[in-house]
């Protein structure tokens, strides 16, 4: 079955970095674009990051543009997304997240929470 397992989240201070991970299961990997999403408290889950298969293209949700980069390595099933310049509006659940044969599926979602 498709599985989703991050890691990475945790408490950082304003204007630091985190990087997330996401080891993927259960489907061919390589051949599906991943996305990242996040959700704050009291509000809804959006969208993050998008990067293609061979990560030829990578889209950014405005908020994060010039601060988060998502990249992949194929050979490890991983997609990561780098965090810099993190700021208290991103506290948030962070997930992972994988459109396979007209499913969706999502990780756990790991806390990344931004507090000085």
């Known amino acids: 079955q498709v599985q989703l397992v991050e890691s990475g989240g945790g408490l950082v201070q304003p204007g630091g970095s985190l990087r997330l991970s996401c080891l993927a299961s259960?489907?061919?990997?390589?051949?599906?674009?991943m996305n990242w999403y996040r959700q704050a408290p009291g509000k809804e889950r959006e969208s993050v990051a998008r990067?293609?298969?061979?990560?030829?293209?990578?889209n950014y949700a405005d908020s994060v543009k010039g601060r988060f980069i998502i990249s992949r390595d194929n050979a490890k099933n991983t997609v990561y997304l780098q965090m810099n310049s993190l700021q208290p509006e991103d506290t948030a659940v962070y997930y992972c997240?994988?459109?396979?044969?007209?499913?969706?599926?999502w990780g756990q979602g790991p806390q990344v929470t931004v507090s000085a």
């Open positions: 259960g489907f061919p990997f390589s051949t599906y674009a």
């Open positions: 990067i293609s298969i061979f990560s030829s293209t990578k």
């Open positions: 997240r994988v459109d396979y044969q007209s499913r969706t599926y």
